[in-house]
């Protein structure tokens, strides 16, 4: 089965630090995801990658970036934190059009 | 822009109940279906898909859901919900080959023993 990880389950931050979501997925999936769940809101898409160095923003991507430097890996940065970006961050990748595998979840709060 | 309406924000059934959850979406080309279960502190798991022929789809769990093409709808059923069926249930949309997948806000599935 393909597996993703995310580094973290659980985080806290304080306002305005720089913080970094590591996601890294075992078989070598050209596409990657990072989404935001909140109550109420559903998922909502950050950014996405569909190739190493290969980034395209989502529906919400304010506030955040990404990098993909190897196909295995992408993460999610944080720039200035605030207290709004207060939520459960989910990584997933796919192969071509086939369902997306899902990551465990890293739940983020800032203080 | 695609978008996926779930009808119903919190569902709650008793055991043996029959259970329908309500998909809608806006896209007129071709789309391949999902439907994604949450359990409590669990991370997002597939039900079941569909990308063409029979629009009736059997997934895990004995999960179902029929592709309306008609009514733009993909709805999720059950004939006897149990207890550990409670969960959260999202339906999604990817439309075209290069479309990402658009999530539905969810529905709570609460079943009382």
């Known amino acids: 089965d393909v597996k993703v990880t995310q580094s973290s389950r659980y985080l806290v931050k304080r306002t305005g630090e720089k913080v970094f979501l590591e996601c890294v997925q075992d078989?070598?999936?050209?596409?990657m995801f990072w989404y935001r769940q909140d109550p109420g809101l559903g998922l909502r898409l950050i950014y996405f990658?569909?190739?190493?160095?290969?980034?395209e923003k989502g529906d919400i991507p304010e506030g955040y970036s990404v990098s993909r430097e190897k196909k295995e890996r992408f993460s999610l940065i944080l720039e200035s934190a605030s207290t709004n970006q207060t939520s459960m961050y989910l990584c997933?990748?796919?192969?071509?059009?086939?369902?997306?595998?899902f990551g465990s979840g890293t739940r983020l709060t800032v203080v | 822009a695609q978008s996926v309406s779930q009808h119903n924000h919190h569902v709650i059934l008793s055991e043996a109940a029959s259970l329908e959850l309500g998909c809608n979406y806006s896209?007129?080309?071709?789309?391949?279906l999902f439907w994604y279960v949450q359990y409590p502190g669990q991370h997002l798991q597939l039900l079941l898909k569909?990308?063409?022929?029979?629009?009736l789809v059997k997934g895990i769990k004995g999960f179902e859901a029929e592709f309306i093409k008609s009514k733009f709808s993909f709805n999720l059923r059950k004939p006897s919900v149990q207890w550990s069926d409670t969960a959260e249930y999202f339906c999604?949309?990817?439309?075209?080959?290069?479309?990402?997948?658009?999530f539905g806000k969810g529905t709570k599935l609460s079943v009382k023993p």
């Open positions: 997933a990748s796919s192969f071509s059009s086939y369902g997306y595998t």
């Open positions: 078989m070598d999936h050209e596409n």
């Open positions: 990658s569909y190739d190493v160095k290969m980034k």
């Open positions: 896209y007129g080309g071709t789309v391949n």
């Open positions: 569909y990308f063409s022929g029979d629009p």
């Open positions: 999604a949309v990817k439309g075209g080959s290069q479309g990402n997948l658009i």
